[in-house]
């Protein structure tokens, strides 16, 4: 059994990034003035600095930027290998998320595989993890 | 007015060890005596008092000494003082001691690095280890998908080089090889290295996050390290021989380890180059950060001794960065080799080379430029070092 994942604190900026899922949303800031993205979220926009932002919700799918095989157990009990990845994220130009790719075998991930969000709930936090789309 | 040039005017070290029983704050206080002897200074000529990153009170072993405690003990008349993480890299401290010392604010400025790490994990009730449950600020964006280290973070990265430019583990692994060569001929770093690295043992050992393997990570260590920075205009004082900071640069464009395209050393490595003549042909040695063995990689292709792309080409098979190669690197093991000193190990052993104290691991030809460096990912900050 592993231990469960640290749990983030929240806050005004990362609420909608870390409750969106139960609504199935995976959560991105978006500037209603420029319209581009601030990730992580922030109460306001980091490239045209307008407070006129809020939560949006993207497409949940993109691709494998770049991975990693993870073998240490950074916490007693923890399960290896497991694939931590850096998605670029389809509609969202410049932000990527680290995440787990789940639901296969650590040896059949590869860059630019085409991945989807699937959300893991634990005491009101939806963990963004991904999943290969095809 | 003359513009006051910075130097180096002593350098010194504690006891380097693992689980060392003696308390950290005396581990500083044996850095600063030997550093104090080193340049020949006395206590009251010190004025200035700088660290990185202070005392670090949610996770005590990681900084376990702060300067405020270091000026009460050493009874420090202290004119300008600063301790503080956010700045870029750990090197940062000696450039905001050198900016004190041309500023004319401080003569003479102890600036220092304790790290307790190792220490602390055997005794997690008085230095509080890092907590994993409840996370905030930048590692809610890793930890909750259990990449809980920079080893983790720095990986994602060196994976990409790996894909992009094809960098092998043969290539990767002779950073730490080459570390634990010289290492073996640096006194100091007889309790983390204990025999020579060799490339069947490098490829043989288990994988922390892939690429990186064990011996891609450096090892809690507990030691202080000093310098002393001092101004151009009281160096009579001095009897060492004194290394100008001949130029320094940092970078921290966002303080992200997942939305950065490129490291901070390529910013930092690019800038170093601005304010001085000096270009990288004239350099002797470099010391780089490598609390992971891909950092180095980096500052490579930063400083511009290589291509973007291309630093795991300039490694291969290791001639060129040994101590009688064309661009000698980690001199004195390096984090890897030496113990993770954080940062202030490679402004020590750059001075050490640059004075032709080095002993059996000394680099033939009579050095005269170094570079050394600090920090990883979205941080960086490089110091260029000159003996006049």
Same mark, same amino acid.
């Given at each position: 059994?592993?231990?469960?994942?640290?749990?983030?604190? =929240?806050?005004?900026?990362?609420?909608?990034?870390?409750?969106?899922?139960?609504?199935?949303?995976?959560?991105?800031?978006?500037?209603?003035?420029?319209?581009?993205?601030?990730?992580?979220?922030?109460? =306001?926009? $980091?490239?045209?600095?307008?407070?006129?932002?809020?939560?949006?919700?993207?497409?949940?799918? /993109?691709?494998?930027?770049?991975?990693?095989?993870?073998?240490?157990?950074?916490?007693?009990? =923890?399960?290896?290998?497991?694939?931590?990845?850096?998605?670029? =994220?389809? /509609?969202?130009?410049?932000?990527?998320?680290?995440?787990?790719?789940?639901?296969?075998?650590?040896?059949?991930?590869?860059?630019?595989?085409?991945? $989807?969000?699937?959300?893991?709930? $634990?005491?009101g936090i939806f963990y963004p993890l991904f999943e290969k789309a095809n | 007015m003359a513009k006051r040039e910075a130097y180096i005017s002593g350098v010194g070290q504690s006891e380097v060890g693992v689980r060392l029983p003696r308390h950290p704050l005396l581990l500083t206080v044996d850095a600063v005596k030997e550093a104090l002897d080193d340049a020949g200074l006395t206590l009251d000529q010190i004025d200035g008092v700088f660290s990185f990153p202070g005392k670090s009170h949610g996770y005590l072993a990681f900084s376990p000494v702060g300067t405020d405690e270091l000026i009460e003990v050493l009874g420090i008349k202290s004119k300008w003082q600063m301790g503080a993480i956010e700045q870029p890299a750990q090197l940062s401290a000696i450039g905001m001691a050198a900016w004190a010392v041309k500023e004319g604010i401080c003569r003479h400025a102890i600036c220092f690095r304790t790290v307790y790490e190792a220490g602390g994990m055997a005794n997690p009730e008085e230095y509080m280890p890092l907590r994993h449950d409840t996370v905030s600020g930048f590692t809610q964006w890793t930890a909750p998908f259990w990449a809980t280290s920079a080893a983790c973070w720095t990986a994602q990265y060196a994976a990409r080089h790996v894909h992009k430019y094809g960098m092998t583990r043969e290539q990767l692994g002779q950073i730490a090889i080459n570390g634990s060569k010289n290492a073996l001929l640096n006194p100091r770093a007889r309790a983390i290295t204990k025999e020579e690295l060799t490339l069947d043992k490098y490829m043989s050992a288990r994988m922390i996050s892939t690429p990186l393997c064990l011996y891609d990570c450096d090892r809690f260590s507990d030691a202080s390290t000093v310098i002393i920075v001092s101004a151009g205009d009281a160096l009579d004082e001095v009897k060492a021989t004194p290394i100008r900071i001949a130029a320094a640069s940092g970078s921290v464009d966002r303080y992200s380890w997942d939305q950065v395209e490129w490291f901070a050393a390529y910013d930092a490595g690019r800038d170093l180059w601005k304010n001085t003549d000096y270009k990288p042909k004239d350099v002797d040695t470099v010391q780089f950060y490598d609390g992971f063995a891909f950092l180095p990689i980096t500052w490579l292709e930063g400083l511009g001794f290589c291509e973007r792309g291309e630093g795991h080409r300039f490694i291969e098979g290791g001639t060129r960065i040994a101590r009688d190669g064309e661009l000698p690197l980690n001199t004195g093991g390096g984090q890897l080799g030496a113990g993770r000193l954080h940062g202030f190990g490679f402004a020590h052993e750059a001075v050490t080379q640059l004075r032709g104290a080095a002993g059996p691991r000394q680099i033939p030809g009579d050095p005269k430029v170094a570079v050394a460096t600090s920090g990883g990912g979205p941080m960086a900050a490089a110091l260029l070092l000159a003996r006049d």
């Open positions: 059994m592993s231990p469960p994942r640290p749990k983030p604190k =929240l806050d005004q900026e990362n609420r909608a990034f870390w409750t969106g899922g139960a609504e199935g949303k995976l959560n991105i800031t978006r500037c209603n003035d420029c319209g581009q993205y601030t990730h992580p979220p922030r109460i =306001l926009c $980091r490239h045209c600095q307008s407070e006129n932002v809020a939560p949006e919700a993207v497409a949940g799918t /993109g691709e494998i930027d770049t991975f990693s095989i993870n073998h240490q157990p950074w916490a007693p009990g =923890l399960e290896v290998p497991y694939v931590i990845a850096r998605v670029r =994220l389809d /509609g969202v130009p410049g932000v990527y998320l680290t995440t787990n790719i789940v639901n296969c075998a650590v040896d059949e991930v590869n860059f630019d595989d085409k991945v $989807r969000v699937t959300f893991e709930e $634990r005491d | -």
